[in-house]
């Protein structure tokens, strides 16, 4: 274990310790647990949001890709890249606005159910039981990649490294709810974008030039050079279907009605997407660098290709910081996760369904009960790696992104939406992801999330119109809305 | 072997709507700064 490496990361986890304990002075009430009191500047939404969103796989799995198959795997990353954009232009302010406007709704279900004037409740309790059980999982699967990080780094004992970095992410999310996560995560967000920019630049200026690389690769296989080679048109639309997903994530959605006022929004999308561009640049060039600096002695495992280069490259100081990074993709997505399934046991299921005169005091404690009592399941499934149960991960990316996407889009745009719409398209989505990842061959190779997309829009659109317009109040609701925002107002 | 120049361009077609993103994120930036 290097010492250089390990007081970097004690150091590191000390800082974001720091920030929790700075935002716990700051957090009075739910709306402040959870979203922050919606005052969020658009640096930190935007980082935040995008930081949350980029798990390991943006230090670990998009470099080894690259490094492992060449170009042909930049599809996932414009997918990405587009699908974010779209959300922050389309998405965002009507969110921001819609969300303030319906009874200051603090949680995606709250938003749907105020949205639809839904008294049966039935929306609220269904999408705030998918999100319970899709992020307890994607934060146990979080907690596994993170303590296979320490195992590897420091040859800790993976249970004892899945503590470590449970105890650290759990603390600053207990006491700093939604401003410490945010805050850690815009720290975390500027740490990547500063070693995807390094890392690869430093490995080029070892290399010589950018032509020793591009050769390498090419003597290496020609193809992986081609952004083209072995990819059928539908193999395309997969890859590039994963930008689908943004539209149905609940953090990331949670940083758009968490911003300040809309005015924020241009600023935070302009912040946000030229991190997300630049630091997906610097993940695949990362990988495609390695190819080169590895040629005479390839790496047995490509995701470690960035972990590796670091180490080679730096001095421990610095590789520690630059390693760092790796731990801070990781623990901003779970950190927001766990914080969604916090908010949404408080909001959603005690003060919705069980106490609805709660108080402030007594609902931010139920939260910080919950991020607790969460993160212990998270762990107890974490702890054994091979579990069963994290495999139902590969659902929720296109799960979330089919159920929720359109859904959200619709209600945002559609007047004419009814409750029923909702609740159709949100089955049919989850359905169709789960159905058809069951199946395989020719247009089922293609991934979950267009189909799922596509039905649950059909839904959406179908039921809504077979069934009665909505009632009065969500019609002029709707109304108020969009002449607000029309008109450029920010507060209701 | 195929030339290693001609098949990067063979990259603009998936890196320019990336950087297009961030173009559009910069006119839309300017443009709705100025909104009431």
């Given at each position: 274990m290097d010492f250089a490496v390990l007081l970097t990361f004690v150091v590191y986890l000390l800082g974001m310790l720091g920030i929790g304990l700075f935002a716990y002075l700051r957090t009075k009430d739910l709306s402040d647990y959870v979203l922050g009191g919606r005052q969020l500047g658009g640096a930190?939404?935007?980082?935040?949001?995008?930081?949350?969103?980029?798990?390991?796989?943006?230090?670990?799995?998009l470099p080894g890709a690259m490094y492992a198959a060449g170009m042909n795997q930049v599809w996932i990353a414009t997918g990405l890249a587009i699908g974010a954009y779209l959300n922050w232009q389309f998405v965002a302010k009507r969110l921001r606005h819609y969300t303030e406007i319906a009874q200051d709704s603090i949680t995606i279900p709250d938003y749907l159910e105020n949205r639809f004037g839904d008294s049966s409740r039935l929306l609220r309790v269904i999408s705030a039981l998918v999100i319970l059980v899709f992020f307890t999982i994607y934060t146990s699967s979080g907690m596994v990649g993170g303590a296979i990080l320490f195992e590897k780094t420091f040859g800790l004992d993976y249970q004892v490294a899945?503590?470590?970095?449970?105890?650290?992410?759990?603390?600053?999310?207990?006491l700093g709810g939604f401003l410490a996560v945010s805050w850690t995560d815009f720290f975390q967000g500027i740490l990547m974008f500063l070693a995807l920019i390094v890392v690869p630049l430093v490995t080029l200026r070892q290399l010589g030039s950018l032509d020793t690389a591009v050769f390498a690769a090419a003597s290496q296989d020609p193809k992986m050079l081609d952004v083209f080679a072995d990819m059928s048109l539908l193999g395309i639309v997969s890859l590039m279907a994963w930008g689908l997903g943004y539209f149905g994530q609940p953090h990331i959605l949670a940083r758009f009605m968490a911003v300040k006022s809309v005015a924020e929004i241009p600023k935070a999308r302009l912040i946000g997407i030229s991190w997300m561009v630049f630091a997906l640049f610097g993940s695949m060039f990362t990988g495609f660098a390695g190819i080169a600096y590895f040629a005479k002695a390839p790496l047995e495992n490509p995701e470690t290709v960035f972990m590796t280069l670091t180490q080679v490259l730096f001095n421990p100081w610095v590789a520690g910081i630059l390693l760092a990074a790796i731990l801070s993709a990781i623990m901003s997505t779970i950190d927001s996760q766990l914080l969604v399934c916090s908010s949404t046991i408080a909001e959603d299921f005690y003060k919705a369904l069980l106490r609805k005169n709660a108080g402030d005091k007594e609902l931010v404690f139920v939260s910080r009960?919950?991020?607790v009592s969460i993160a212990l399941l998270a762990i107890f499934f974490a702890s054994n790696p091979e579990s069963s149960v994290l495999s139902l991960v590969a659902y929720a990316w296109a799960g979330f992104g089919a159920a929720f996407g359109p859904v959200v889009i619709l209600s945002l745009f559609w007047k004419r939406m009814t409750r029923n719409g909702a609740l159709a398209g949100m089955v049919v989505g989850a359905l169709s992801v789960i159905v058809w990842k069951q199946l395989s061959g020719g247009l089922f190779d293609v991934y979950e999330i267009l189909p799922g997309f596509i039905f649950c829009t059909l839904a959406c659109i179908g039921i809504s119109l077979l069934g009665r317009p909505p009632c009065e109040e969500a019609q002029s609701q709707f109304e108020l809305f969009d002449r607000q925002l029309k008109q450029g107002m920010e507060r209701v | 072997m195929q030339s290693p120049v001609i098949s990067m361009e063979s990259w603009f077609w998936c890196l320019a709507p990336m950087l297009l993103v961030v173009v559009l994120s910069v006119i839309t930036y300017f443009t709705e700064r100025t909104d009431p």
């Open positions: 930190v939404a935007a980082l935040s949001a995008g930081a949350s969103d980029m798990s390991g796989w943006l230090l670990l799995g899945l503590w470590v970095g449970a105890v650290v992410i759990v603390s600053y999310t207990f009960l919950a991020v | -």
